[in-house]
């Protein structure tokens, strides 16, 4: 189960062991508890496609949401592109991607346009860009209507800081890229659940709960046109797989280095699963996740693929 690229002590605790696992070059920490699994679960509600409207339904958007300088916004199938209205980065970007206000599920066709509405609109940002996607309240979206959100920056946020000049520290002292020796050994691990060119892996050490990551064959945005569509496949069948755990709150992220770089960083997609929203606003974010930086999750990651091929319908 181990490699280099981890380390894991395991504890005895009254109720159960917990793992705790470090990942070796970037230094993130995180807490496995399965037995918290067995604990009451909190009655979610699970999304119906409803009636509600707000900003971000058709009726609305054009009016109510800000436009790009040239006044227009981006449309692309049923997604809308535009700037956010209460920016907290220097390009903000907001990707409304259905017309229904809650749907049920998303299509990879929505996903792509969505996907393909935030490359446009961040290329040309310059920075340090990334792709992030609160769905639902419950994981941070302040909308319930699908929504993505582009960020770039002259840095990089706190943590790509940290995966982005690890990596460089990488190649400096080792004369190669850190990211392809960590594809070639998740390939043959236990935690490996499809693809080649784009290897989607369950997180060794996951930085949330049923952590799915997606490792790229490019370091920058210009290089992600090309895998849009690949990589909404990935995400439609994380969703499905979420689905069928009962999971309908997720939080993603596509992390990208600047586009002037030296190659030693790889993007990579990272999907983790969140409570659902609940009557009792219970959170899954608490002292150890916002105070100590070190989440606690549920599920053994070596478990996540044989349960991933069980919900994948082959669709
Ligand atoms: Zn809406």
């Not at 690229?5 to 605790?13: D, L, Q």
């Not at 920016?87 to 409304?96: A, D, E, K, L, M």
């Not at 969140?274 to 974010?285: C, F, H, L, W």
């Not at 608490?286 to 070596?302: D, K, N, Q, S």
Request: with cysteine; aromatic share 12%; net charge negative.
């Amino acid at each position: 189960m181990h490699s280099g690229f981890f380390s894991e002590r395991v504890v005895a605790a009254p109720g159960g062991n917990v793992r705790y696992r470090q990942d070796s070059l970037f230094g993130f920490t995180c807490r496995i508890s399965p037995e918290r699994e067995k604990r009451v679960p909190v009655r979610g509600f699970i999304p119906e496609s409803s009636g509600v409207s707000c900003p971000f339904c058709p009726e609305n958007i054009m009016g109510a949401t800000p436009s790009f300088a040239d006044g227009k916004k981006l449309l692309i199938g049923e997604s809308v592109t535009f700037p956010n209205l209460y920016p907290f980065s220097g390009s903000h970007i907001v990707t409304v991607i259905t017309n229904s206000h809650n749907p049920v599920g998303l299509s990879v066709r929505q996903i792509i346009d969505a996907l393909t509405g935030q490359y446009v609109a961040l290329t040309g940002c310059g920075g340090y860009p990334s792709i992030n996607w609160n769905n639902l309240p419950s994981s941070g979206a302040s909308m319930v209507h699908p929504h993505m959100q582009g960020i770039s920056d002259q840095s990089p946020s706190y943590v790509n800081r940290i995966f982005i000049g690890k990596s460089r520290e990488f190649m400096s002292r080792h004369g190669c890229c850190y990211w392809d020796k960590l594809r070639e050994s998740e390939a043959d691990s236990e935690r490996y659940i499809s693809g080649d060119e784009i290897l989607w892996c369950a997180s060794p050490v996951p930085i949330g709960e049923k952590e799915i990551r997606g490792y790229l064959p490019f370091s920058s945005l210009p290089d992600f046109g090309s895998y849009i569509s690949d990589i909404s496949s990935g995400l439609k069948k994380i969703i499905d797989y979420y689905h069928s755990c009962g999971h309908f709150a997720f939080n993603a992220t596509i992390r990208f280095d600047k586009e002037d770089n030296d190659g030693s960083f790889r993007s990579f997609v990272s999907v983790i699963a969140r409570i659902n929203p609940n009557e009792m606003s219970v959170s899954d974010s608490a002292f150890m996740e916002r105070l100590h930086f070190e989440p606690v999750c549920m599920t053994l990651p070596e478990k996540i693929p044989s349960m991933f091929k069980g919900s994948d319908s082959g669709n």
